[in-house]
């Protein structure tokens, strides 16, 4: 057995010999500008780049796509940017300082992984990864870096969640057990959620194929699987880790959740009948070790209730609604005299946090530690669809998933 200077010792030196793989830090100035490469520029891509060139003193410098038209699209809006079509020749860029992944879920590891060994600072989409063994090793390489990583969980910006932190710690909101949330969509009849229209110059000759394909079984071109990846299991974690990821981070920043300790996920492809693997219709129950449960709902064909979060304690319940500000409403039982009341405190720029930490060395509002707890949530969740069964957080550590 190793003594506690010993055990101190091997893990420091392990700590120290991984921080040698990278460059050091640059410092940067106040009124340096900050040099920005992007990494899949699809849809979210194109979000994240308009947010980043109107961050004051940032160069939006490069961007890596594997398909020809994101690289043109980016060219008509930044007309000075380099594109390339392999993104290990923008890693290469010296004069990056951050980068920003937004690829389909099944290569955000590589992307991740790569930008740090890069020495770059990185802006990674949400789900951190596509698997809990990914998780694991994104995590490693994160802790084991000095580089700033943000995910892509904006929700964390908000001014709902300073909020609610606020009233939980003032005890305005008592013991929580229960924690319910809720996202839904409709469509028009014959059109499915998510579907997207396959480009006329979305050809083997404009995209690099086998780069999409990151390890996955080979087979010739797809330009159905490559623009809608969301709908497979292999690229995809389906609408748990598309949206439910978002309110799930949020629940847990807001009461400091540990990882879930069990989770059952029950649903179906029952509105989309279009061929596609990942459900439509979902229900899930995470169990939390602070006696907590916490259930997220989602469906595809039914929009009412739109997306929110419900919080209830002994002496209060707080009420979120997506990019509003939050409600409070005291529980008379244990609080006669409170109020009703309504969060105030402005939202953030969850890119603007990232470019300042960037300069500043501090950690960002979603850190990698949050990236991962909800990853584990959505892993373990889906882990048990498949299943049809609960799934511990011991047996989802212990899966090794296949494609
Ligand atoms: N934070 C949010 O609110 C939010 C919203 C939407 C999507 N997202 C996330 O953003 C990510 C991208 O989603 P999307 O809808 O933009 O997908 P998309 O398919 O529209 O875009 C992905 C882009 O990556 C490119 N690409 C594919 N393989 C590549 C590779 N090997 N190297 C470089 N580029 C590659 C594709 O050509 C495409 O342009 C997903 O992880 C998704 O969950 C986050």
Not at 14 to 22: C, F, H, R
Not at 250 to 275: C, H, N, Q, R, T
Request: proline residues 5%; neutral net charge.
């Amino acid at each position: 057995m190793l003594t506690h200077t010993r055990r101190t010792f091997l893990k420091q030196a392990a700590i120290g010999a991984a921080a040698l793989a990278y460059p050091p830090s640059k410092v940067l100035g106040a009124n340096d500008r900050v040099r920005v490469g992007m990494i899949g520029v699809g849809d979210r891509g194109n979000d994240l780049l308009d947010q980043v060139v109107k961050v004051p003193n940032v160069d939006l410098v490069a961007m890596a796509d594997i398909y020809s038209r994101r690289r043109d699209q980016a060219k008509s809006k930044v007309p000075n940017i380099q594109t390339v079509d392999d993104y290990r020749r923008l890693l290469d860029m010296k004069e990056l300082d951050g980068v920003i992944v937004a690829s389909p879920l099944h290569i955000h590891t590589r992307h991740f992984l790569d930008t740090l060994a890069a020495g770059k600072d990185l802006y990674a989409e949400k789900t951190m990864t596509w698997s809990i063994p990914e998780a694991d090793k994104c995590l490693a390489a994160a802790k084991s870096s000095d580089r700033v990583v943000q995910i892509g969980l904006q929700h964390e910006s908000s001014g709902a969640l300073v909020d609610t932190k606020q009233l939980i710690k003032d005890g305005a909101v008592g013991k929580v057990t229960h924690v319910e949330s809720w996202m839904s969509r409709n469509t028009p009849h014959g059109k499915g959620q998510w579907v997207r229209p396959v480009p006329s110059d979305c050809t083997p000759q404009n995209v690099d194929w086998g780069a999409f394909l990151n390890g996955r079984p080979d087979r010739p071109f797809d330009g159905f699987k490559l623009i809608n990846w969301r709908l497979f299991w292999e690229f995809s974690g389906g609408n748990c880790a598309e949206n439910m990821v978002h309110q799930i981070a949020w629940i847990m920043s807001a009461l400091d959740l540990p990882l879930p300790s069990g989770a059952y996920m029950s649903g179906g492809v029952f509105s989309e009948k279009d061929g596609r693997e990942v459900p439509d219709t979902i229900a899930v129950t995470l169990d939390y070790p602070k006696d907590i449960v916490v259930t997220w709902q989602s469906m595809f064909s039914n929009r009412h209730y739109e997306l929110g979060d419900r919080i209830f304690g002994s002496d209060g319940t707080i009420e979120h609604h997506l990019e509003q500000p939050i409600q409070y409403w005291p529980e008379k039982t244990n609080r006669s005299t409170g109020e009703a009341l309504q969060g105030k405190t402005p939202n953030q720029n969850h890119m603007q946090n990232w470019v300042d930490c960037i300069r500043t060395r501090r950690t960002p509002k979603a850190p990698v530690d949050l990236g991962y707890a909800s990853a584990i949530a959505v892993h373990m969740a889906n882990l048990s669809y498949k299943k049809k069964q609960r799934v511990t957080l011991e047996e989802a550590k212990a899966y090794v998933p296949e494609y």
